[in-house]
């Protein structure tokens, strides 16, 4: 039933449907339609076939995959915190595997419960019993080689990695998988290797945030001559981003690179967005810059048109404008 649903109705009722050649339940797998619908407690039932089978441990198996299925798609079993249902995962799963009744989906859920809940170090067995049951699954490769990257062990978690890259075929999944890698040969001082893996990652999500800035911190430290490109395409995935003109900021100031880091922002004043949250962040950032190179005649127009815009959309209790004003005192003729 958990397998081969369309729809689910807080996961006690169940649309179903004969497939045609050239269906698939994945395919079907939410979208409306007209189907055989079916009503079916899943715990009740296998609790009660327990009862009558108590030393079937392929009941209470599923009832782990209910859990799991539930706590996947939370559409069910509402009155449970996500934290109650990882806890039902782990008690039913541990209780099966125990007794010889495990498949690689039910050994990997045991990973991933221990995995999300901070333990780490607990979740290596059971991911690495899911790869030996089913090598060809990315995700225990994955998410192996993540619980290994929290363990502080980039070394062994690089193959796993290597081995999520390999597998998946989702563009998605397969550019997080190369994110990581280029994190764990950065983590290892490999930074031709992590330029290479980031790159990859880059080419399958061309808009990613968290690629586009590890390949700017990789760029500007080397005053690579493509880290003004790629600051551009950074700042372009959303100007109003605050946390953007701060994390460009911090790569370059890692570097001393303040004229750098000036020179980038003053390129994108003709091109900046008419809106004020855009336009008086990157006013208020040049102004900052501008200080820090000691330039407080330039600073102050900027600090001017930040003030003009901000306070537009922004709260007057908002901590720019404490730092507006002080560079306003600062920079009195």
Known sequence: MLENYIISLGHRGFGLKDLKATETVEQLRGQPGVYDMVTLDLPQELSRLQRKFPTDYALTKGLGDYYYAVQQCHCGEQDKTDAQLLALVLRYYGEAHAHGEGDYMSYYA??????????????????????????????????????????????????????????????????????????????LKQPAES???????????????????????LAVPAHAAEAPALAARLYALNPANDQMYEDIMDIYQASSQWKEAEAFFRSQLPTVPPEPTPRGLLNFYLAILNMQLEQPKAARPYFLQAQKDLSKVAAPDNPLFTAIKKGLAETQP
């Not at 089913?134 to 998410?143: A, E, I, K, V, W």
């Not at 890259?165 to 764990?184: H, I, Q, S």
């Not at 990652?201 to 061309?206: E, V």
């Open 110 to 187: 045991v990973g991933y419960a221990n995995l999300v809940q901070e333990q780490a170090a607990a979740s290596l067995a059971p991911f690495e019993q899911s790869i030996k049951l089913n090598p060809q699954y990315p995700t225990s490769h994955y998410n192996l080689a993540y619980a290994l990257m929290e363990l502080h062990r980039p070394q062994e978690a690089l193959p796993e990695a290597r081995l999520a890259y390999d597998l998946y075929t989702n563009a998605e999944l397969k550019a997080d998988a190369a994110r990581m890698l280029g994190f764990l040969h950065g983590q």
């Open 195 to 217: 330029l290479k893996a980031y790159q990859q990652s880059l080419a399958l999500q061309p808009r990613n945030y968290a690629t586009l800035r590890a390949l700017l911190a």
